[in-house]
């Protein structure tokens, strides 16, 4: 499956695609949209969440300015905090494949060793569960092909005009090649979530950076896993026809914010 490809966009549209011009536009006209600092630590909070992090969005904010009780919990808050920083970094960032590099080096410098940040991995990598293996990625000696492939495909999508509809489809299909390709040796799902965001970004405006996706993604994570699972376990074996209930779960999530954002006072 190629980043550039159309052909699911038709079922996208019927899944809840179609409806993504007028909620962005309803979204871009609330006047209570969170500030973009505070959305940069809703992000972060809740992208880490959805890969065990303990800390909440309150815990996190309490947190700030005070010496944690464990090492635990400040290695918690560290991870955190790089990442609302790379949040930050990139809002002020042009998305290329070296701007990904640099970021997964600045958001993994507090879980991944020194020698592995920014880098490609160079061992097999299986995504495991307490039921065993759930999928199986790529070889590594095909990282650097296949990572060079998406990024191509992502100039050209940031350069071309979309319609807003495409923009969000192919915001979703990034995040998806992302994760199956899973060119890192860990940190790949936040950095899959960052780029999503950050794809959003640079083709409809910083006010994309104000949609709370990852919390809708946390709130949702049974389902946000199993819609990738359903594709398949393996890289060759991907069957991308069943990927439209994950590619729609980025509209559900606008949706959700526009929903919940009009009826505050």
Request: net charge positive; no cysteine; charged share 20%.
């Given at each position: 499956m190629h980043?550039?490809?159309?052909?699911?966009?038709?079922?996208?549209?019927?899944?809840?695609?179609?409806?993504?011009?007028?909620?962005w536009k309803r979204f871009g006209t609330l006047p209570n949209l969170p500030p973009l600092d505070f959305a940069h630590e809703v992000s972060a909070v809740y992208s880490s969440s959805i890969e065990g992090n303990s800390l909440d969005l309150n815990?996190?904010?309490?947190?700030?300015?005070?010496?944690?009780?464990?090492?635990?919990?400040?290695?918690?808050?560290?991870?955190?905090?790089?990442l609302v920083a790379v949040y930050r970094w990139a809002q002020e960032t042009p998305l290329t494949g070296a701007s990904t590099l640099e970021a997964h080096r600045r958001l993994s410098r507090g879980f991944v060793p020194k020698p592995l940040l920014g880098a490609y991995r160079k061992s097999v990598m299986f995504v495991?569960?307490?039921?065993?293996?759930?999928?199986?990625?790529?070889e590594w000696q095909l990282v650097p092909e296949r990572m060079a492939e998406l990024f191509?495909?992502?100039?050209a999508l940031l350069n071309a005009r979309l319609s807003v509809g495409r923009v969000f489809y192919h915001a979703s299909l990034l995040h998806l090649r992302f994760v199956h390709i899973h060119p890192f040796h860990d940190g790949n799902g936040r950095m899959a979530r960052l780029l999503e965001k950050w794809f959003l970004a640079q083709k409809?405006?910083?006010?994309?950076?104000?949609?709370?996706v990852e919390a809708h993604y946390r709130a949702h994570r049974d389902a946000y896993y199993a819609n990738l699972r359903?594709?398949?376990?393996?890289?060759?074996?991907?069957?991308?026809?069943?990927?439209?209930?994950?590619?729609?779960?980025?509209?559900?999530?606008?949706?959700?914010?526009?929903?919940?954002?009009?009826?505050?006072?």
């Amino acid at each position: 499956m190629h980043l550039t490809t159309t052909s699911l966009y038709r079922a996208y549209n019927r899944k809840g695609g179609s409806l993504v011009a007028r909620l962005w536009k309803r979204f871009g006209t609330l006047p209570n949209l969170p500030p973009l600092d505070f959305a940069h630590e809703v992000s972060a909070v809740y992208s880490s969440s959805i890969e065990g992090n303990s800390l909440d969005l309150n815990a996190y904010i309490n947190s700030k300015g005070i010496q944690a009780a464990n090492k635990a919990q400040s290695s918690e808050r560290r991870e955190i905090d790089d990442l609302v920083a790379v949040y930050r970094w990139a809002q002020e960032t042009p998305l290329t494949g070296a701007s990904t590099l640099e970021a997964h080096r600045r958001l993994s410098r507090g879980f991944v060793p020194k020698p592995l940040l920014g880098a490609y991995r160079k061992s097999v990598m299986f995504v495991l569960s307490g039921a065993g293996i759930e999928y199986a990625a790529v070889e590594w000696q095909l990282v650097p092909e296949r990572m060079a492939e998406l990024f191509s495909e992502m100039d050209a999508l940031l350069n071309a005009r979309l319609s807003v509809g495409r923009v969000f489809y192919h915001a979703s299909l990034l995040h998806l090649r992302f994760v199956h390709i899973h060119p890192f040796h860990d940190g790949n799902g936040r950095m899959a979530r960052l780029l999503e965001k950050w794809f959003l970004a640079q083709k409809l405006g910083v006010k994309a950076w104000q949609i709370p996706v990852e919390a809708h993604y946390r709130a949702h994570r049974d389902a946000y896993y199993a819609n990738l699972r359903q594709m398949g376990a393996n890289f060759y074996d991907l069957d991308y026809l069943k990927s439209v209930p994950f590619l729609t779960m980025l509209p559900d999530a606008l949706a959700d914010s526009v929903k919940q954002l009009s009826s505050r006072p």
